[in-house]
């Protein structure tokens, strides 16, 4: 038996967007078509892919067992036609990422690159995106993946995410005390957003902690120094959400973008650029982060 890749990545996309309508605009696809690949592949395989209801559109207990395979064998073939396909390219690229970033997900885009594009250096450095984007305008940096506001519409749009208060298992809120804070250095748009939602409500603060790294603020949030402010992606499983229970205010989506040289600098952009933008909006836009970034 051998599966249909443009259904495999219609049941992929489906899976991931929870809705035909959705995944049809992202396999650039019309629903009829999309509908149509998935009962071929239903027939096919002689199971059921999807539950339907009123409500919800989920995967069935074969469809979920099936879609590990169905990601594998997907990214198995991009990378085989980008290898066999894409000319020889060399170079160096100069990467800045955000503190935000998942680390895993860098780690896996890196990789599919190093795969892809054998012959391309990547140096890349770490740090808050408006110290990133300053390097990138002063010529040192070619690309940046850093945070932006939501509405900011500078950069190209690559991820959303929720943002939460945090806390260990076992931290006890005091309501009478000030709210015991661990933050980045000033700076950081994460903790000017969480900062301003607090004095917005008139509760008292303290920055219990500030360190240089999101893994440095994991630590201090798990030791049990106070409350952080992560992204959905940053929290680790130990970790308790806080909200509206513990009194404290809601928080904004926070965005990550793509950020590639502007103005004269764009006119030379190189192509070892281009690819790596490229791969790392296909990385985003294949799913890869869409279900934990929207949670």
């Known amino acids: 038996m051998n599966l249909d890749i443009d259904a495999l990545r219609a049941f992929v996309a489906i899976a991931e967007t929870k809705s035909f309508t959705s995944a049809a605009a992202v396999v650039s696809r019309t629903q009829s078509t999309v509908s149509m690949q998935?009962?071929?592949l239903e027939d096919r395989l002689g199971f059921t892919l999807f539950e339907r209801s009123r409500r919800a559109l989920t995967v069935t207990p074969r469809g979920v067992e099936l879609l590990g395979y169905a990601k594998d064998i997907l990214k198995l073939n991009?990378?085989?036609v980008r290898a066999v396909?894409?000319?020889r390219v060399a170079g160096r690229v100069r990467l800045g990422i955000t503190e935000y970033f998942v680390p895993e997900h860098l780690?896996?885009?890196l990789a599919e690159f190093r795969r892809a594009y054998a012959d391309v250096e990547i140096e890349f450095s770490t740090g808050l995106t408006g110290g990133l984007l300053a390097?990138?305008?002063?010529g040192e940096l070619d690309i940046v993946i850093g945070r932006r506001d939501v509405g900011n519409k500078q950069g190209e749009l690559i991820r959303k995410e929720r943002l939460h208060w945090v806390a260990s298992g076992d931290?006890?809120?005091k309501q009478a005390m000030p709210l015991q804070l661990v933050l980045l250095p000033m700076g950081c748009g994460i903790r000017a957003l969480a900062t301003a939602a607090l004095d917005k409500q008139g509760r008292l603060w303290h920055a219990a902690y500030c360190g240089p790294s999101v893994l440095g603020l994991q630590a201090a949030v798990s030791a049990g120094v106070g409350v952080g402010c992560l992204t959905q992606s940053a929290i680790k499983s130990e970790f308790k959400i806080l909200g509206s229970r513990e009194k404290l205010p809601a928080l904004?989506?926070?965005e990550i973008a793509l950020f590639m040289p502007r103005g004269k600098k764009a006119a030379s952009a190189r192509r070892e650029l281009d690819d790596l933008a490229d791969a790392i909006k296909a990385h985003f836009a294949g799913g890869a982060a869409n279900a934990m970034?929207?949670?």
């Open 38 to 40: 998935i009962k071929k």
């Open 252 to 254: 904004p989506m926070s």
């Open 171 to 173: 931290y006890k809120l």
């Open 293 to 295: 970034s929207l949670s």
């Open 78 to 80: 991009d990378e085989g």
């Open 135 to 138: 390097r990138q305008k002063a």
């Open 85 to 87: 396909t894409a000319p």
């Open 107 to 109: 780690a896996q885009l």
